[in-house]
């Protein structure tokens, strides 16, 4: 039998999708999820976040070779079963500032997308710890945490107070609508463990009679007939199936959306023939508009205090600045600086980085909010066990490696300032202390890893080219919409992933359209 609705993926696009649209008992929504579920206790611990990649939730993928990157490839994790990548994230939870989405109005033509018009989609999503008010929710699903002092590392503290006293304003938190200044990261922790998207919006409908969730069920190609889907083709266990609907919804992510719609036959004609699948429909921006964060890791300092271990999330505050100065408080932000409670560094630098350890060394992140370098994603064959290829085309514009050297300037001028001297004994990376603009180039492109927010591989837009319209409809086939991180025409300036939410949200408060 049929669904009216088939949603794929029930990562954190899909769980809310599944919640919203199963409240009208008379539609009946089926939710195809290629994971099972995730019952690892490490899963729950907000410490261990970066050492559980790789475990059996993990689509662990990896980059091309990166030539901005002198030639390495990034792992790019990705979350696999309920929850999606809400498994594996960081927690940090910031909505992005009013010029992040006023991006999305001016390439989508539509003001729906605007800070202001998304707020009480953030708003229903959220119960904050600092009660509700007039930008904050107070009974959503999702537990949103703001630190306290009795929570926050004493190193963060100091060096929150370190921007201060280099002027940079002391903000609230990162979910007013401006990003600009110092503050700890609101996180999506409850009573110390994390909580995933599906633990608050799906876990808790199942019980519904319309709503049918299927896990260990990989989506090979979507089946269409004259212009309209129909249903889908999978895989469970060994047996392929079909499964009808009147109507699909993809929430499979950045990563499995374009992928999946490529071994349908959907893009570009020539990727498609080089990868041995016949073109249905040409939809040539289909894996394109690739984009991430990247972050340098790192600044690495060794400590003459002891560093006490986080009891968050170890990136306990990402302080958001402008080009224009450190004293400005609205607009766009351009550059971030991180303190992390203990040492981080990528692969390249980790072996000059020996004498490191935990509670004797901490690092500050840096990075760039809006890269301008674009990339793509295509298959490299027809089948769901041909790997991706994945090309993000990292630090391929001067704007993102000008402002990647701002971001390490600024990262050395706070970690070398006088707010932080009882703690820093000295700088252990970079190893020289002043550089030339090529020393730096190189150190970054070293440095650099994944801050895991890949967006945009079905950006929507007012333009016809796109693959996706400003109502979320993908183009060209009736039936299709599309509601994840891969919509995201332009990254927001912090982790991408309350966006997800609030184009969750707002997509299946208008649902049907
Ligand atoms: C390690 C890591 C750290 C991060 N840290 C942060 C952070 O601190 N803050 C933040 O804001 N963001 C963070 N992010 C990003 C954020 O988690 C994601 O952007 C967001 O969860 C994406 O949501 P989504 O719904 O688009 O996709 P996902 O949540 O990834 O869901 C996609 C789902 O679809 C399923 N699927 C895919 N293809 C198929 C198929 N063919 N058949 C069936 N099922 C399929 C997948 O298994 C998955 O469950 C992080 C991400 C990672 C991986």
């Known amino acids: 039998m049929g669904s009216d609705v088939l949603i794929i993926?029930?990562?954190?696009?899909?769980?809310?999708?599944?919640?919203?649209?199963?409240?009208d008992r008379s539609r009946r929504v089926t939710v195809l999820e290629a994971g099972a579920?995730?019952?690892?206790?490490?899963?729950?611990?907000?410490?261990?976040?970066?050492?559980?990649?790789?475990?059996?939730?993990?689509?662990?993928?990896?980059?091309?070779?990166?030539?901005?990157?002198?030639g390495s490839s990034l792992e790019w994790a990705r979350g696999k079963g309920p929850g999606g990548s809400s498994l594996i994230h960081a927690m940090a939870h910031m909505r992005g500032c009013r010029a992040d989405f006023q991006r999305w109005v001016e390439e989508t033509g539509d003001a729906r997308w605007s800070w202001d018009s998304l707020l009480p989609s953030f708003m229903r999503s959220e119960t904050f710890s600092g009660g509700a008010d007039a930008v904050h929710g107070g009974s959503g699903p999702l537990p949103v945490l703001l630190p306290g002092p009795d929570?926050?590392?004493?190193?963060?503290?100091?060096?929150?107070?370190?921007?201060?006293?280099?002027?940079?304003?002391?903000?609230?938190?990162h979910n007013q609508g401006e990003m600009l200044?110092?503050?700890?990261?609101?996180?999506?922790?409850?009573?110390?463990?994390?909580?995933?998207?599906?633990?608050?919006?799906?876990?808790?409908?199942?019980?519904?009679?319309?709503?049918?969730l299927h896990t260990g069920v990989v989506v090979h190609r979507l089946l269409f007939d004259h212009g309209r889907v129909r249903g889908v083709a999978v895989t469970i266990g060994d047996q392929h199936e079909v499964m009808e609907a009147d109507e699909v919804i993809l929430c499979g992510?950045?990563?499995?959306?374009?992928?999946?719609?490529?071994?349908?036959?959907?893009?570009?004609?020539?990727?498609?023939?080089?990868?041995?699948?016949?073109?249905?429909?040409?939809?040539p921006e289909v894996g394109t508009n690739l984009h991430d964060h990247l972050l340098g890791a790192g600044n690495l300092y060794s400590s003459q205090l002891?560093?006490?271990?986080?009891?968050?999330?170890?990136?306990?505050?990402?302080?958001?600045?402008?080009?224009?100065?450190?004293?400005?408080?609205?607009?766009?932000?351009?550059?971030?600086?991180?303190?992390?409670?203990?040492?981080?560094?990528?692969?390249?630098?980790?072996?000059?980085?020996?004498?490191?350890?935990?509670?004797?060394?901490?690092?500050?992140?840096?990075?760039?909010?809006?890269p301008t370098s674009r990339g793509s994603l295509r298959i490299s064959g027809p089948n769901i066990d041909d790997g991706p290829v994945i090309d993000p085309n990292y630090l391929d514009t001067a704007h993102d490696r000008q402002m990647f050297r701002l971001a390490l300037e600024h990262a050395r001028l706070v970690g070398g300032s006088k707010g932080l001297a009882r703690w820093r004994r000295s700088e252990i990376l970079p190893s020289s202390p002043a550089m030339t603009v090529a020393q730096a180039d190189s150190f970054i492109a070293r440095a650099a890893i994944t801050h895991h927010h890949p967006v945009g591989t079905l950006r929507m837009s007012r333009l016809e080219s796109a693959p996706v319209s400003p109502d979320l409809k993908f183009r060209g086939l009736e039936g299709l919409h599309v509601v994840d991180a891969s919509v995201i025409p332009a990254i927001t300036s912090g982790p991408v992933h309350a966006a997800v939410i609030a184009i969750a949200e707002s997509f299946s408060a208008s649902y049907p359209a």
């Not at 410490?47 to 070779?65: K, M, V």
């Not at 600086?337 to 992140?365: F, H, I, M, N, W």
């Open 306 to 370: 002891p560093v006490p271990a986080s009891q968050l999330q170890l990136s306990e505050s990402m302080t958001y600045l402008s080009h224009r100065g450190l004293g400005e408080t609205s607009g766009a932000a351009d550059i971030v600086v991180g303190c992390v409670v203990g040492p981080s560094v990528s692969e390249a630098l980790a072996s000059e980085a020996t004498q490191a350890r935990p509670g004797e060394s901490y690092t500050l992140l840096f990075g760039v909010t809006n």
């Open 253 to 283: 992510g950045s990563i499995g959306d374009p992928l999946l719609l490529m071994r349908s036959g959907v893009g570009d004609p020539r990727v498609l023939h080089a990868a041995g699948v016949e073109t249905m429909l040409e939809s």
């Open 181 to 212: 200044g110092a503050t700890p990261n609101s996180l999506t922790i409850r009573n110390g463990e994390r909580v995933t998207v599906s633990d608050v919006y799906l876990d808790p409908v199942l019980e519904r009679s319309n709503l049918s």
């Open 151 to 173: 929570l926050s590392s004493p190193l963060v503290l100091d060096y929150l107070a370190a921007w201060e006293a280099l002027g940079v304003p002391r903000i609230p938190d």
């Open 9 to 23: 993926g029930s990562g954190s696009a899909g769980s809310i999708v599944a919640n919203r649209l199963t409240a």
């Open 37 to 70: 579920r995730v019952t690892d206790p490490d899963m729950r611990r907000p410490d261990l976040w970066p050492f559980i990649h790789g475990r059996s939730y993990d689509w662990a993928y990896r980059t091309a070779s990166q030539a901005g990157l002198a």
